[in-house]
């Protein structure tokens, strides 16, 4: 079975602009976060969806939107981007509290 | 100010060795999860624990939950050159109504030489 799939895989923008991460999580997952790890700190949560609803939001600013789709796949995106966005964004999927989280391998952001 | 605090933050060991790597906090998780995570990946579950003084063994490797819940250990027996890369604790806060959100700890880089 597929792993939890996110792209793309490396990503190079300027200040300002905005950006679309894709993430697809394991078949029969309804459950997608998005978390934030900057170089050398654990991930920083952002958004939790279930069944296309957000049901969690970290300390992001208005600029970090995310949604998620009929088929459970999600969407993070981040306007106005500023050189403190550069870091690994990864995507989790889970079924249950105590199954513990699938992660993708993330996109690697970097904003110049 | 991190809410989970995990020490040593590096750790370099040799082939053989036993070590443990704590995670504390004075808050009350209702969960606490571990993960491994290498270079250029995301993380990898490891484990849940959930009740209070619980202990959980994968191979060679021991997780404990403290009593109140407020901290936890891994321990690793004979490290090998494999269990090499960064070891996550990552917890739910307990009463939390951000239910999806798990909390992690900075990390803690374990390098075991050959």
């Known amino acids: 079975d597929a792993g939890v799939t996110q792209s793309p895989t490396h990503l190079i923008k300027t200040r300002g602009q905005q950006v679309t991460l894709r993430c697809s999580p394991i078949s029969g997952h309804k459950s997608v976060s998005w978390y934030q790890q900057v170089l050398g700190q654990g991930p920083q949560f952002i958004f939790q969806y279930y069944e296309k609803e957000e049901r969690g939001r970290g300390n992001f600013p208005d600029r970090f939107s995310a949604r998620q789709f009929p088929n459970y796949s999600s969407e993070l995106n981040v306007n106005a981007l500023l050189l403190g966005d550069s870091a690994l964004y990864l995507c989790?999927?889970?079924?249950?509290?105590?199954?513990?989280?699938?992660f993708g391998s993330g996109t690697r952001l970097t904003v110049v | 100010t991190q809410l989970l605090e995990q020490s040593p933050q590096f750790l370099s060991i040799q082939e053989g060795e036993n070590l443990t790597v704590y995670c504390n906090s004075s808050s009350v998780f209702s969960s606490l999860q571990w993960y491994r995570q290498e270079p250029g990946e995301g993380p990898v579950f490891l484990v849940t624990v959930v009740t209070g003084g619980e202990v959980k063994k994968l191979k060679r490797l021991t997780f404990q939950f403290g009593d109140a819940r407020k901290d936890s250990s891994l321990h690793i027996t004979a490290a090998q050159p494999g269990d090499t890369g960064l070891y996550l604790c990552?917890?739910?806060?307990?009463?939390?109504?951000?239910?999806?959100?798990?909390?992690f700890g900075q990390g803690t880089t374990l390098q075991v030489k050959p």
């Open positions: 989790a999927s889970s079924v249950t509290r105590v199954a513990g989280y699938t």
């Open positions: 990552a917890g739910k806060r307990q009463g939390s109504s951000n239910t999806g959100k798990l909390i």
